[in-house]
């Protein structure tokens, strides 16, 4: 009897042992993907970093040697040669001129495409599976290969050195954003669907009362792309704008490089770089919460 409850004092023992063992094993393992993910994270914020503290710093001093990663000695000056005098009226035509593209194009994108999703997901025609398919295969179409006929139709059309072509295209067709949103769709149960149907919804009303709501957090997530991508279309703003009325924040940023022999020209780049991806940081923090969510809930299903 004594002899049983040593060995079971001694097997507990060993298990309890094994258990912290595990435990410690499992505390270093934690804290060194911490560290990993703490370094890469840096690393990904350097730059950023980096063009907002040169952007505040004095424009004599960007180029210094040695180089200083930290400094008290801020200045202003390049905010103020962005937003005083030629350089400010610019600034801030080119920056609306994003806007009402990258808004327009996104809105526009996202209406078109969870239309164009709700009926490959849920409505029953001949061809659909087929017609998909193409649908899906021109993402294997690099843009370069499009780029140029483009360009041939819309001087044609008469849209050049308008918004049309940045804006149009992506509303027309977004073969990601129409197979993101079908893969969501996909998942809603055909039971509320029909149910609705029995209520007297048509197919617009079952697309705008039922699938729409559903959709928010893939929707915002697509968006983002969207916006962030119309955003930051420097080449083709660069191929179809020309006047200096059109100008977009990139091309405004573009301009002053033509002119960066001096340091301040630099701060100014900077500084106009700095208040470029004040829109995309906002609506990015806004709406991270639906972003992290869309991607998870969409990968999912």
Request: glycine share 6%; with cysteine; net charge positive.
């Amino acid at each position: 009897m004594v002899n049983s409850e040593l060995n079971l004092i001694m097997v507990n023992s060993s298990a309890s042992l094994h258990k912290k063992k595990r435990n410690v094993k499992a505390l270093i393992l934690y804290i060194l993907i911490i560290i990993v993910l703490t370094i890469f994270a840096l690393l990904s914020f350097f730059p950023f970093y980096w063009m907002i503290y040169n952007a505040f710093k004095d424009p004599s001093l960007i180029f210094e040697h040695p180089v200083k990663l930290f400094s008290f000695d801020l200045s202003i000056e390049s905010f103020k040669g962005i937003f005083t005098g030629e350089n400010g009226a610019n600034l801030w035509r080119s920056f609306g001129n994003s806007l009402i593209i990258s808004l327009s194009a996104t809105l526009g994108t996202l209406f078109t495409s969870s239309l164009a999703a709700y009926a490959f997901a849920k409505l029953h025609f001949f061809g659909k599976k087929v017609l998909f398919g193409m649908f899906v295969a021109t993402l294997m179409l690099p843009g370069q290969v499009t780029m140029l006929p483009l360009f041939v139709i819309f001087a044609n059309m008469g849209w050049t050195d308008t918004f049309l072509p940045l804006i149009i295209p992506g509303v027309m067709i977004n073969t990601y954003g129409v197979f993101m949103l079908r893969q969501f769709i996909v998942s809603i149960p055909n039971e509320i669907l029909e149910a609705s149907e029995v209520d007297g919804c048509g197919y617009f009303r079952r697309y705008w009362h039922i699938v729409l709501p559903l959709l928010i957090p893939a929707l915002i997530t697509l968006g983002l792309f969207s916006f962030i991508g119309s955003w930051n279309n420097y080449f083709g703003q660069l191929i179809y704008l020309s006047s200096p009325e059109n100008m977009t924040i990139s091309l405004f940023i573009a301009s002053l490089k033509d002119h960066s022999s001096t340091a301040l020209q630099w701060g100014q780049i900077l500084a106009a770089s700095v208040i470029s991806i004040v829109p995309i940081s906002i609506i990015y923090l806004r709406c991270q919460k639906y972003f992290v969510q869309g991607i998870a809930t969409t990968g999912i299903k």
